[in-house]
């Protein structure tokens, strides 16, 4: 089993959608998680935290489910600017480890 | 100000070839990381460096050597370039260790492409 895993998508939706993504992790250890979004030929640029309790930044929300070991990121009224590739990262004591991450295409 | 930045951006060598990459953080943050993000999209950590000392070292040939002569400053140097070194390399830093909720900042990445 992979450490973290992704659904590689592609995910098509149109503009204005609701699209949910999920991330399972294997270290029940993991002490820090985060969504990070990349722009093809970009670097990876933080999204969000994701906290214990949930958190939400705009039309983004994320959440943490601790005993089964996935987070989740749902984007409310998709834009044609939310077209990228979301990685998930899940941290522990000097470890980082990234999702393949999924790619999302908003489309008109 | 480019808060992270690498040099070169596109790198393109034979074989065999020895090569550097360098990075600059002007966060002021204590800790860098270099990773490799091959054609499948997949990013790996490969080292990470806290005020200068070494503390993470992934499985990575030892033809890969980070030097970090100050902590604004993590240079990778490659030797004996081989056709599956070829992909994106990022560098990045945060502002404490791996672990904490740091949020990590990635320089602009360094395309090689190993002939």
């Known amino acids: 089993r992979k450490e973290v895993e992704q659904d590689p998508g592609p995910f098509n939706v149109p503009e204005g959608a609701t699209v949910a993504f999920n991330c399972t992790y294997s270290?029940?250890?993991?002490?820090?998680f985060f969504w990070y979004r990349q722009d093809c030929r970009k670097e990876p640029k933080l999204l969000m935290s994701?906290?214990?309790s949930g958190n939400e930044d705009g039309r983004f929300t994320a959440q943490l489910n601790r005993a089964s070991q996935y987070i989740s990121l749902l984007i409310r009224d998709s834009k044609l600017s939310d077209s990228a590739t979301y990685l998930c990262?899940?941290?522990?004591?000097?470890?980082?480890?990234f999702g393949a991450g999924t790619r999302l295409t908003v489309k008109p | 100000d480019t808060a992270v930045s690498q040099t070169p951006k596109y790198l393109v060598t034979q074989m065999g070839n020895d090569k550097s990459i360098k990075c600059e953080q002007n966060?002021?943050?204590?800790?860098m990381y270099w990773y490799k993000q091959d054609s499948k999209k997949f990013l790996k950590i490969m080292f990470s460096?806290?005020?200068?000392?070494?503390?993470i070292n992934e499985t990575v040939p030892n033809r890969f050597s980070p030097k970090s002569p100050d902590k604004a400053h993590l240079n990778l140097h490659i030797n004996s370039l081989e056709l599956g070194d070829s992909a994106v390399y990022f560098c990045?830093?945060?502002?404490?260790?791996?672990?904490?909720?740091?949020?990590?900042?990635f320089g602009p990445g360094t395309r090689l492409t190993v002939l």
């Open positions: 990045a830093s945060s502002r404490g260790l791996a672990g904490a909720y740091n949020e990590q900042f």
């Open positions: 270290n029940s250890a993991s002490q820090s």
């Open positions: 994701v906290y214990s």
């Open positions: 990262v899940v941290n522990g004591y000097n470890d980082m480890r």
């Open positions: 966060l002021g943050h204590d800790t």
């Open positions: 460096y806290n005020n200068k000392e070494l503390i």
